[in-house]
């Protein structure tokens, strides 16, 4: 059974980066789509972007696309979202989540990693 | 830009009641349509995928139709533990829905 385990919670100043990590178990890492979502407090799911492992190269939304950076490492099975020049609408909480391959809705997700922004 | 619409916002029901929740999409994005459950302090739960396949595990009372920009998700009879916030998403460029949010009546 798949499962994504993510880093714990942060607590960052304005301008500064936070880079959260998310460790797939239990199954195939490289051929499956890890994408990045956020939620932040009382509103909706914002999908960030996402990477196929094997592919290397990721695909962003509009929105954050200056300022994200998603990795990930075959050797451990784990992806990286890095978020830099924090701003206070960046605290949210980050979710990985797992295409399940063809059309590639997400059926594995993470258990979030909550982001504070705050001087 | 593509947008998602989904409507109600918010839905009142009762235990037993046959509830339908509806996402309208700006542009046709064929079937590439997802549904997913989210309860306060949770991941989300992908429900149904491709408009109209249930994911494994998840019941029966569940379904999912639609083609091109209209789609919708329909609960057949509400059970205590249905009662969240409903989410579509389209996964040509993964852009979600604004959510609506199950309450009991």
């Known amino acids: 059974q798949v499962q994504l385990v993510q880093s714990g919670a942060e607590v960052k100043k304005p301008g500064s980066s936070v880079k959260v990590s998310c460790k797939t178990s239990?199954?195939?890492?490289?051929?499956?789509?890890i994408n990045w979502v956020r939620q932040a407090p009382g509103q909706g799911l914002e999908w960030m972007g996402r990477?196929?492992?094997?592919?290397?190269?990721?695909n962003y939304a509009q929105k954050v696309q200056d300022r994200v950076t998603i990795t990930a490492d075959e050797s451990t099975t784990t992806a990286y979202m890095e978020l830099n020049s924090l701003r206070s609408e960046d605290t949210a909480v980050y979710y990985c989540?797992?295409?399940?391959?063809?059309?590639?809705?997400?059926?594995?997700w993470g258990q979030g990693t909550m982001v504070i922004v705050s001087s | 830009d593509m947008q998602m619409t989904q409507s109600p916002s918010t839905l009142s029901a009762s235990v037993g009641d046959r509830v339908t929740i509806t996402c309208r999409a700006s542009?046709?994005?064929?079937?590439?349509l997802a549904w997913y459950q989210q309860k306060p302090g949770k991941a989300p739960k992908l429900l149904i995928y491709?408009?109209?396949s249930l994911e494994s595990g998840v019941p029966s009372r569940f379904s999912g139709s639609g083609s091109g920009t209209e789609f919708t998700l329909t609960i057949s009879s509400l059970q205590p533990d249905d009662f969240a916030t409903y989410y579509c998403?389209?996964?040509?460029?993964?852009?979600f829905g604004q959510g609506t949010k199950l309450e009991i009546k």
């Open positions: 989540a797992r295409g399940r391959g063809g059309g590639d809705a997400f059926n594995v």
């Open positions: 239990g199954g195939t890492f490289s051929s499956y789509a």
């Open positions: 990477i196929i492992p094997v592919l290397v190269t990721a």
């Open positions: 542009q046709s994005i064929s079937n590439w």
């Open positions: 491709d408009a109209s």
């Open positions: 998403q389209q996964y040509t460029s993964y852009l």
